[in-house]
């Protein structure tokens, strides 16, 4: 129970400061409860924090530098590594 706990955690803290950074933050998260949070978060945990760590990098990405950048999509890899497709955004 405890790592579906942190798992959770992880990921509606990414979820929360994406919406936030959004115009309007409880449209965007309604919009991802059916899918993002219910589906993804319950089936796929490992991948549901990797995402929830990406979405924490892309809320706060214009204050963070490259090396902090490339960090965040490593520690999100270390649980998932769909989350290497990130690399992308980095060139």
Same mark, same amino acid.
């Given at each position: 129970?405890? !790592?579906? +706990?942190?798992? $959770?955690?992880?990921?509606?803290?990414?979820?929360?400061? %994406?919406? #936030?950074?959004?115009?309007?933050?409880?449209?965007?998260?309604?919009?991802?409860?059916?899918?993002?949070?219910?589906?993804?978060?319950? !089936?796929? +945990?490992?991948? $549901?924090?990797?995402?929830?760590?990406?979405?924490?990098? %892309?809320? #706060?990405?214009?204050?963070?530098?490259?090396?902090?950048?490339?960090?965040?999509?490593?520690?999100?890899?270390?649980?998932?590594?769909?989350?290497?497709?990130?690399?992308?955004?980095?060139?």
């Amino acid at each position: 129970y405890l !790592s579906n +706990v942190v798992g $959770a955690i992880i990921m509606m803290v990414g979820v929360f400061s %994406f919406a #936030r950074r959004t115009a309007n933050p409880w449209i965007a998260v309604l919009a991802a409860a059916p899918y993002f949070i219910i589906v993804m978060g319950m !089936s796929g +945990v490992r991948q $549901a924090m990797a995402a929830g760590i990406i979405l924490l990098l %892309f809320s #706060r990405w214009e204050r963070y530098s490259l090396l902090t950048r490339c960090a965040y999509i490593l520690i999100a890899a270390m649980f998932h590594t769909s989350a290497l497709i990130n690399n992308i955004f980095l060139v």
